[in-house]
């Protein structure tokens, strides 16, 4: 049996709301099936597994917030006994052979008694309870043990349900607190290059002509992975600083900052980015959008970035100085692709420039690994077609 | 134009319309006629009505019971007054086995018009052969309606309607009600259903529900807890059978809790059979088990202190529905 816990979906988060089981005991799993949603100040994330195999019991109640660690559910792996079936084998040690152990009450029979003795409810108040998708597990009784209507009125208007959506206010909470911590541990440096993206713009734009419209990649893709290979290269701003140290990543999980229409931002984070190719990045990211803007995300896409990227788009500003969200130990910053006057071979031309920065923390990495970084991005995006 | 009457003057005037009406209509039982009724009801009827109409019969309940139901066979729309419901015990054969049983047995060839109307319950100091409340063993019984008027408008109203049903009609009078005044609304139509339960008053924390003699109990333990800020709704059941469960059913649909207030003893008593009806019928509504207010079981005592302490008082039921509030 596997332990399945509450997961630590970013350094800030302490605890989460159960709001949906996806998978029901006697469930088959199989690796990075959604088991359950649970809410989270980044709202809705979906959580996924990491074994194959059975759903043997769920051990949290719909509405329970939990620490992370605690313990949702188990998992029979391949190959391992049912629990029932375990306790009815029969000892064999010293056993006269007549004496037939007694059959244990099916699991669901326990479950049952186990709920009845949690709470006494009025008929009335569970009615309303369940219409209101309250859990009765989770509605304090009154002194006399009992919950009736009484105890339904003085629960908050909000009923904890499952919401769909991002809370903004609990989000713009995790922001201030992750970005004060940031500030104040972080001693960030910032390295920044304007970059000539001209080869790289315009490989797109011949590509994508070649292209139905769905299928068409934005130019932050390449960018995204050319910052993924050249993070490859300096190995040193992938990874966590923890208990003092850092702690390379194995792969690049990279975050992208993506901003919400009504106000604050979320990193979900992509992994293995230096290996995707770009039309796979594309279709993830065009999900990841859809997906953020729903409030619906998933617990491996918001479990621990080892870096992140914040890319400002067309049409914005040229250059952002980001912070750092801890515990990773650099950011990217990327600015709008302009037209510019530029010097090619002594020549004045008009390019496309892109302003390139990131921002280090100056207790793990220098600025001179800062300029190796970006003069690696700077010749990924020269050959755009082995991207 | 409306005027206070006592329930013993609205038994009274209701008799002398029923005998003015119809000379069907005679009334028969122990003491009726030259001593005007066993409380009273009766003062003056013989005077106007003659011995033919108003009849003392011999104290043999089963006989003139017996004989009140022979009248009716026999086309007349007899009274018959039983002096109290202790004694109605001695005419149960001929009420349970005959008048309930005729329509039934003939083929629907026979009906019984009897109206038998008793004093029931406790509250006069009459000790344990003349005070207790039996309406549930009638209740229980198919082929009889069972009433028991609280208000004076029913006193008033429900005997004129009982000589018009074709079947036998038990009228329980409790014998704390007759010196009580009441409102009689002489511009409209006096009469009043047999059926159908009437809320008293309104509310819309607790259903307590109640018939006869208590009724006037029940309201005053809900003037009180008016004023602790508890809304009762109070409910005369005015008919004992056939139960009006929809009004019941609506009214603890809409407080979550009952409280039933019923004189009898508690073991196989209405209070019993109501309480059954709302877990039939209301189950998921309630937010408390339904409580029963009901006299201890012992035979009712007679010295005063005593027949108080066995019979629902007011603090019992405020007591009752405090704990369905969980206060």
């Known amino acids: 049996m596997t332990d399945f816990r509450m997961p630590s979906l970013g350094a800030d988060m302490d605890e989460g709301t159960l709001v949906e089981w996806l998978k029901h005991p006697g469930d088959l799993l199989r690796r990075g099936d959604i088991i359950a949603v649970v809410e989270t100040q980044k709202g809705a994330i979906e959580i996924e597994v990491f074994h194959d195999g059975v759903l043997e019991q769920t051990h949290a109640a719909l509405g329970a917030t939990l620490p992370v660690g605690s313990l949702l559910a188990t998992i029979r792996m391949p190959g391992e006994v049912p629990a029932e079936q375990v306790s009815a084998v029969p000892e064999p040690i010293l056993q006269p052979a007549a004496a037939v152990p007694p059959q244990p009450l099916p699991s669901q029979a326990k479950v049952s008694i186990d709920v009845l003795g949690q709470f006494r409810i009025t008929p009335v108040a569970r009615i309303i309870a369940a219409r209101s998708g309250i859990d009765p597990g989770h509605i304090l009784p009154g002194s006399d043990g009992i919950i009736g209507l009484r105890e339904i009125a003085q629960l908050p208007q909000q009923p904890p349900k499952h919401r769909i959506g991002i809370d903004l206010d609990e989000m713009r909470k995790a922001i201030a607190a992750a970005m004060a911590r940031s500030k104040r541990e972080i001693p960030h440096y910032y390295v920044g290059s304007a970059l000539d993206v001209t080869v790289m713009s315009d490989w797109l734009s011949s590509e994508n002509a070649k292209r139905p419209v769905p299928e068409r990649i934005l130019s932050a893709v390449p960018i995204i992975k050319a910052c993924a290979l050249a993070l490859r290269k300096v190995p040193e701003f992938n990874g966590h600083f923890t208990d003092g140290r850092f702690l390379p990543g194995q792969t690049i999980k990279m975050g992208i900052g993506i901003a919400l229409r009504g106000g604050g931002l979320i990193a979900p984070a992509i992994d293995m980015m230096e290996m995707l190719p770009l039309d796979d990045i594309m279709r993830r990211l065009t999900d990841l959008v859809a997906r953020v803007r729903g409030g619906r995300l998933r617990s491996s896409e918001l479990s621990e970035a080892t870096v992140t990227i914040s890319n400002l788009g067309d049409d914005s500003a040229d250059m952002v100085l980001p912070i750092i969200y801890p515990p990773q130990v650099a950011i990217i910053g990327v600015g709008q692709i302009a037209v510019r006057p530029w010097v090619v071979d002594g020549r004045l031309e008009p390019r496309k420039i892109a302003t390139f920065t990131l921002a280090g923390d100056h207790r793990v990495n220098d600025g001179r690994l800062a300029l190796r970084f970006l003069k690696a991005v700077e010749q990924y995006l020269k050959k755009p077609e082995a991207l | ?327």
């Open chain 2, 1 to 327: 134009m409306s005027r206070r009457i006592t329930y013993r003057e609205a038994i009274r005037e209701a008799l002398q319309e029923a005998l003015r009406r119809d000379p069907r209509v005679f009334l028969m039982g122990e003491d009726v006629g030259r001593y005007g009724g066993a409380y009273g009801c009766s003062k003056g009827l013989l005077t106007e009505f003659g011995e033919a109409r108003i009849r003392d019969t011999p104290l043999s309940e089963a006989g003139f019971t017996g004989a009140g139901i022979g009248a009716a066979l026999g086309g007349m729309r007899p009274i018959v007054e039983i002096m109290t419901v202790n004694f109605s015990l001695l005419a149960l054969d001929q009420i349970v086995n005959t008048a309930a049983t005729l329509r039934h047995m003939s083929g629907g060839q026979f009906s019984v018009p009897v109206v038998i109307r008793m004093a029931t319950g406790a509250g006069r100091q009459l000790a344990a052969q003349h005070s207790h409340s039996f309406e549930n063993w009638y209740a229980h019984v198919p082929g009889i309606k069972v009433v028991a008027p609280a208000t004076v408008a029913d006193a008033r109203g429900m005997l004129w309607t009982a000589l018009e049903d074709p079947d036998p009609v038990i009228i329980f009078e409790h014998a704390t009600l007759y010196n009580d005044e009441g409102e009689i609304e002489d511009s409209g139509p006096l009469a009043q259903p047999l059926e159908g339960a009437a809320i008293r008053r309104a509310g819309s924390d607790v259903s307590l529900i109640t018939y006869g003699g208590s009724l006037k109990k029940v309201l005053a333990a809900a003037d009180e807890l008016a004023r602790e800020g508890i809304a009762c709704e109070v409910i005369d059941l005015r008919s004992l059978r056939p139960l009006d469960d929809k009004t019941i059913a609506a009214s603890v649909a809409r407080t979550h809790r009952a409280v039933i207030v019923d004189e009898g003893w508690r073991s196989g008593s209405l209070a019993a059979e109501i309480s059954a009806r709302i877990m039939e019928t209301a189950f998921f509504d309630l937010d408390w088990p339904v409580e029963r207010v009901c006299s201890a079981e012992v035979p009712i005592p007679y010295p005063r202190h005593l027949e108080i302490a066995a019979t629902p008082q007011v603090p019992n039921i405020i007591a009752a529905v405090k704990r369905a509030l969980r206060r």
